[in-house]
């Protein structure tokens, strides 16, 4: 009995001396002032963040985030049932500033099936306040937080299996402005990475369900930006112009993988290294954490299409992370001239071939759901050579617009995938004499890449099916 006391005291007395390590950094203790007023959180749905904080007191915040559990396209012609904080992935951007007292409610929607509550990295408290908000569906929780650190944070769901919640895009990113603000800049964007597993392989077309083998051998199928393949492509692509100084408030939900966060491109200016006040110049690729963040500025001087990626690069080719930033305006050709001269240059050695990969058995897609697929595979993996609008780049990669080198026969197009081509060829009327490495394609995705072509870019139609590409195999 009084051994136990004196363990308790001793428990006790330590647990002191480390609060006060705490309470000794100054960036907490001095924290504490006067709340003035209050406001309700404005929240926002990625690529937008919320407005910067012109207050230069704290305040009373109220945050409700409503947990919503919903099946939502992972990439164009594939579902999967997301559980979202505020009905996205990645969950609603939160910003405060330093010193704010938030009042908390997590609001669990009444159709889901699942109980889930959050933990919030910007919170010291138990848990993150995950005890305090575990809440049932058609349940309401609250609790409240002062935030003591400046700095950008993750929260998540941390509700058993933690893994499978946050696997299922259950994280997001709260913003803790330092009292004097961030410095200005021109755009701000909101973009958050996340690793997928599904009994599918990459691109398997239909609603895909949750795999916990790969998830368990940290095998995901999807790498992604912003929830989807795609997010931040194309029309969805973030728009700047020249000259402009961009902000990237970058988050990793994981549940598993670390990103090496980079821009294809331009260089950071600036990196608030892992989210907090350090601030790293001139660097090209920075870690973000799974469960962590980065601060990532840069200026935009020349017009291009800034391609982010995780520079673990197979990611990006082949599962998915890879977004877009169009900057636009004139031409500065003193800091980028473009391409000055093309000239022939052959050397020895045989077309570059990249190894197979086991083909996917699976059941025989609908010409609709090949367009879908043919269309991602064609961004994912054809793209870079033959260029979005499919007109090629002259003397370099031949157009797919309308191509009389498939046209008599459409079963080329599969033929020149699996194979490769090489040696001079005319499309056009035009001559081209370069390399094509065969693609590492399964045989539906190299149907639906086809159909896709021969029923876009001004060609006359048709259609190739799985079976027809594994008889050209032969
Ligand atoms: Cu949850």
Redesign the pocket.
Known sequence: MKKGFKLLALVFFISLIFTNCKRNNESSSSVIEKIKGEEIAVLTEAPNVPPPITRNYATKVIVNLE?IEKEMEMMDGVTYNF?TFGGSVPGSFIRIRQGDFVEFHLKNNPNNK????IDLHAVSGQGGGAAATFTAPGHETQFSFTALNAGLYIYH?A?APVGM?IA?G?YGLILVEPKEGLPKVDKEFYVCQGDFYTKGTYGEAGLQQFDMDKALKEQPDYVVFNGKVGSLTGDKSMKVKVGETVRLFVGNGGPNLVSSFHVIGDIFDNVYVEGGSLVNHNVQTTLVPAGGSAITEFKCDVPSTLILVDHSIFRTFNKGSLGMLKVEGEEVKAIYSGQQDDRIYQSEGAPQSMPDVPKVASKPLTKEEKLIQGKSIYSSTCQACHQADGKGIGGAFPPLVSSDYFASDPSTIAKTIIHGLSGKITVNGKTYDGVMPKQTLSDAQIASVSTYILNNFGNKGGEVTAADVTKLRK
């Open positions: 947990v559980w699942l109980p889930h509550n769901c509700t919640h299922n259950m």
